[in-house]
């Protein structure tokens, strides 16, 4: 395997021919996601030739690069030789990863999502409150009372992984997954909790939905969170809900 | 200027080369699954590589041509013909208008490719016409065609090359020469699919890893755009381990719980959780988009450095390839 440490002990490795990972560590912290987003703002703010896209996770940062134009830009002398994509790309990481400051405290955003729970908006919020023997009002009030970390959006297009979920409403996913979960669906699944941006199938526990819309394809960014985002959930009744959807509509 | 669809077909879908840039927000790439066969179509009646085609599926659709067009066919050969007479793949067509283009049987392959001189007068979304179709978003309505939809066209551009050699063949002007498409996609009874390990390959049992390599895997009819699920011998990890969701990428070939691996495709999520044996060379992907449901593929192993060689001599021959059409259809 193609592996290179650098001295900030990030591993890099090869994700097929075109791409490549930058790993920082194996569990979810807070100190790995502030230095996968320095790295991250760093590399977009100063792409190099070929760079496509990267795409930040909970340990690791993966880079996509176009392999003839990586190539194209380096020096008529070398390329007289084979020259690697993937180590050429490598390189300018490994330097970048050596000058970069992570010291600097990271600046989040904070949005907040109306949720309307319970009811036909959340089925599954009895099933909650069961689970740890507490009543829906207490699971309301511990989800909407927590300050949750985006690390990723991934799965679906808008679709935040969300960290800091409280161990008293904590509840595993549902033996067999729904086979159509509608959009706006507010769920849990073990220590993470999520928002389902468009209708599709799935296993988490529902206990509420969002008249908010989280994917927005005709604006860009199309995602209403991104990695790094603080997300706060503020409870609503069924009126504030159907009021806010109306006006979701119009836009 | 535009074309009607009479028939809809199994699926057929507006695709380009992908949305790209957009994976940090989780909308996936989507785009053509043999991006070979649509580029080649594309440059074949003077379009940037990059210009929106029809991608054909298995039972290819009936279209009306409703005003004179340059086409090109490339990709599986799905038997295309024009009013009812076979017309040749690879080359440029001159279809006049009245025509009814249609397809039949599946010779080779299970993909057909159309572009149009001019391309698709359609909307990009997010930087790309394709057809997201969870999403619901780009290509015609953000859905496969359906009968009666009415593509509207965009007029090729003066300075695109001209239409030379004139050969009549069936009732359709042509060129005398075609794209040797053998460089770029071929079709075979046992396919072979190059791979480099994958992230998690060191995780799996040696005798797992032994399988992959050496065993037929049957490409299964739950098979799409977004994968393709295999059958065969059952692939494990040497002790269970929960994996956190990572990006993954086209040609990453997941292996879930139940052992049976999937590779994944053009409409594949943009992370994933399952580990990675091993991942399919960008170069093969378009010969993996031409395997039906039910047949048979072997994986073969190669390093980096021999996958990057491949990639990079297949996008020179591509360029000379642009230089050689534009050369034939300029002259």
């Not at chain 2, 003066?158 to 996609?185: M, Q, R």
Request: charged share 20%; with cysteine.
């Amino acid at each position: 395997m193609n592996q290179t440490v650098t001295k900030a002990s990030a591993v890099i490795s090869p994700l097929g021919d075109s791409a490549l990972v930058i790993t920082f560590g194996d569990s979810i912290q807070y100190d790995i996601h502030k230095q996968i987003k320095t790295y991250k703002d760093s590399i977009e703010l100063n792409p190099f030739p070929g760079f496509v896209e990267c795409v930040p996770a909970f340990t690791n940062l993966t880079i996509f690069y176009n392999p003839p134009e990586v190539v194209a830009a380096v020096g008529k002398k070398q390329k007289k030789e084979f020259v690697s994509p993937f180590e050429v790309v490598s390189s300018i990481i490994q330097s970048k990863l050596e000058n970069e400051q992570t010291e600097k405290e990271l600046n989040h955003r904070t949005v907040s999502i109306p949720v309307c729970y319970g009811g036909e908006y959340g089925p599954d919020l009895e099933y909650v409150a069961r689970h740890h023997n507490i009543t829906p009002e207490e699971v309301i009030s511990i989800h909407s009372e927590g300050e949750y970390l985006a690390y990723m959006i991934g799965f679906a297009p808008g679709f935040p992984f969300l960290g800091g979920l409280s161990e008293k409403i904590a509840t595993p996913r549902r033996p067999s997954p729904r086979t159509s979960i509608p959009a706006g669906s507010v769920g849990i699944a073990g220590m993470q909790t999520g928002v389902y941006p468009i209708s599709t199938p799935g296993g988490w526990q529902l206990i509420g939905q969002t008249p908010i819309k989280l994917f927005l394809p005709e604006q860009n960014p199309p995602s209403l969170l991104q990695a790094g985002d603080i997300v706060k959930f503020k409870p609503i009744s069924k009126e504030e809900y159907q009021e806010l959807q109306a006006k979701e509509g119009e836009k | 200027m535009s074309i009607r669809v009479n028939k809809a077909g199994l699926l057929t879908s507006i695709q380009d080369l992908g949305r790209r840039g957009f994976q940090q927000h989780g909308v996936i790439i989507s785009g053509a699954m043999d991006s070979y066969s649509l580029r080649i179509a594309n440059l074949l009646v003077g379009n940037d590589e990059k210009e929106a085609g029809l991608e054909v599926t298995l039972m290819g659709p009936t279209l009306e041509i409703e005003s004179d067009c340059l086409v090109a066919i490339t990709g599986g050969d799905l038997t295309p013909s024009v009013n009812g007479k076979p017309v040749p793949m690879w080359k440029p067509l001159f279809i006049p208008k009245g025509s009814t283009l249609s397809f039949g049987p599946c010779k080779t392959g299970c993909r057909s490719y159309l572009s149009v001189a001019g391309g698709f007068s359609i909307d990009e979304v997010l930087n790309s016409k394709s057809t997201y179709l969870r999403g619901e978003i780009g290509g015609y309505k953000g859905r496969a065609l359906q009968t009666d939809d009415v593509l509207p066209l965009s007029a090729p551009a003066a300075s695109k090359p001209a239409f030379l050699s004139n050969e009549l063949i069936n009732g359709v002007y042509t060129s005398s020469w075609s794209v040797n498409y053998k460089e770029f996609v071929h079709f075979t009874k046992k396919p072979s699919v190059r791979v480099m390990n994958g992230s998690q390959f060191d995780l799996f049992t040696a005798e797992s890893k032994s399988h992959f390599m050496k065993e037929p895997f049957k490409v299964s009819n739950q098979s799409d755009r977004m994968g393709y699920r295999m059958d065969g011998p059952s692939l494990q990890l040497q002790e269970k381990k929960e994996l956190l969701s990572e990006a993954v990428s086209q040609g990453s070939v997941q292996v879930p719980p139940d052992g049976n691996p999937i590779i994944l495709l053009a409409d594949r999520q943009t992370t994933g959780g399952y580990p990675k044996i091993a991942q399919v060379i960008t170069a093969d992907l378009p010969l993996l988009a031409q395997i039906k449901p039910g047949e048979s593929i072997y994986f073969s192993h190669i390093l980096l450095h021999e996958a990057e060689k491949i990639y990079l001599e297949k996008e020179q021959l591509l360029q000379e390839l642009k230089i050689a059409i534009n050369l034939a259809s300029t002259k």
